[in-house]
């Protein structure tokens, strides 16, 4: 695997993976297939790349590194080899401590707010969330979904820190170590902070570091997550119970991913499959469709959307019996969500409908 050593301007530093790309985020915005990222103005382009964690042969672009270094407390030192790693967790699996404690910075602590961008277009955004990144001096985030921002937010933003791939751990150091320098910080993602998202991540590396969600007035912006977003483009997929399932096995074990997807298909819960291809986990949707196919008619009606709200955007519905062979189409990859119906789902007019039951109640 090759690597290349680039750090923040402000805080934990990181090693970018140049050929290796198992995170889930990473993998939905750079996938196998080919895939469209929005194009950007040449002014707010180079804003996004402002503080950049490259990937490339380059160490850390910076327009505004003198800047963004005064208004940060401690910074990781770049040597040290417990806050650098390989793609995935701090980057690497290997690396489980935090850089800088809550006791290496002066400052009185600033704000940290993870902040969902739903499916990717700006309309798409909640009031909210724009809101709440108009507030935010710094943002941090994945280069995909800072590619997604409103021109107007980086017009307004102070700093934006994007790494181009993976990174999920040091990059939600950099936005905690941000914030309690005394910045207002926005961690952003796709969809959701609370799907397969880093809210979770976020507090319990606030926790490690001695500090307190209270302390950063910590708080979560929701926005439409990919399941609801896919849901929309298919008509009316999930409106009983259902549940999400991700195929990623990076942090979650496939005999455990098993047991769920026969738990669900068994119980009659439509079924979101989230992150379902990439060249490597190629066994896990092979698996997922045969686990799927022996619990559910081969004519289950399943919503297929690739890219919900962006510009490569596809939307197909199938049967299930057809899902095994997408798997090596431009439709499945790591930005597609499938949408898998129950036995009672039915598809009329080119939507996918599953009743809630109004029909044993009501004459319509
Ligand atoms: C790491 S998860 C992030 C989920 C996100 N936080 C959410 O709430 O939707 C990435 C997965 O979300 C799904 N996804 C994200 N954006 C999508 C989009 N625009 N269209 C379809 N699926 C999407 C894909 O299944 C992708 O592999």
Not at 38 to 44: G, K, P, Q, S, V
Not at 117 to 130: D, S
Not at 261 to 276: D, M, Q, R, V, W
Request: proline residues 5%; aromatic residues 4%; contains cysteine.
């Amino acid at each position: 695997m090759s690597t290349d050593n680039t750090d923040s301007s402000c805080g934990a530093s990181e090693t970018q993976s140049t050929s290796e790309n198992t995170s889930d985020e990473a993998a939905s915005a750079s996938t196998d297939k080919p895939t469209t990222d929005a194009e950007t103005d040449t002014e707010t382009a180079s804003k996004r790349g402002a503080s950049e964690a490259s990937s490339a042969s380059e160490t850390t672009t910076t327009s505004t590194e003198a800047s963004s270094s005064s208004t940060c407390g401690a910074s990781s030192d770049s040597s040290d080899p417990a806050s650098s790693g390989s793609c995935g967790a701090s980057g690497s699996d290997d690396e489980k401590e935090v850089g800088a404690t809550v006791d290496d910075f002066d400052a009185e602590p600033g704000r940290l707010v993870a902040v969902g961008l739903g499916p990717g277009q700006p309309e798409g955004m909640t009031a909210k969330a724009r809101s709440a990144l108009m507030d935010a001096g710094h943002i941090v985030g994945y280069t995909t979904y800072v590619e997604l921002l409103p021109d107007e937010v980086v017009e307004a933003a102070e700093d934006i820190y994007n790494t181009p791939m993976c990174g999920e751990v040091s990059r939600t150091e950099e936005a905690i170590d941000r914030a309690l320098a005394g910045n207002s910080v926005a961690i952003i993602g796709s969809g959701d902070p609370n799907v397969y998202a880093l809210a979770g991540l976020a507090l319990e590396i606030v926790e490690s570091k001695g500090a307190t969600a209270s302390m950063l007035d910590f708080d979560v912006v929701p926005g439409v997550p990919a399941a609801q977003s896919c849901a929309a483009r298919v008509g009316a997929p999930l409106v009983n119970d259902t549940v999400s399932i991700s195929l990623s096995d990076h942090l979650t074990d496939m005999p455990t991913i098993e047991s769920r997807l026969h738990a669900a298909a068994k119980e009659g819960f439509t079924i979101s499959i989230y992150n379902p291809w990439s060249r490597k986990r190629r066994d896990n949707y092979e698996k997922c469709c045969e686990i799927l196919l022996e619990h559910r008619d081969p004519g289950t009606p399943v919503g297929v959307v690739h890219a919900a709200g962006r510009e490569d955007e596809q939307v197909e519905i199938v049967e299930l019996a057809e899902l095994p062979d997408l798997g090596e189409t431009d439709l499945v990859d790591m930005t597609t969500t499938l949408l898998v119906g129950n036995e009672d789902t039915y598809v009329w007019d080119d939507r996918m409908v599953t009743p809630r039951g109004y029909e044993t109640k009501y004459d319509y």
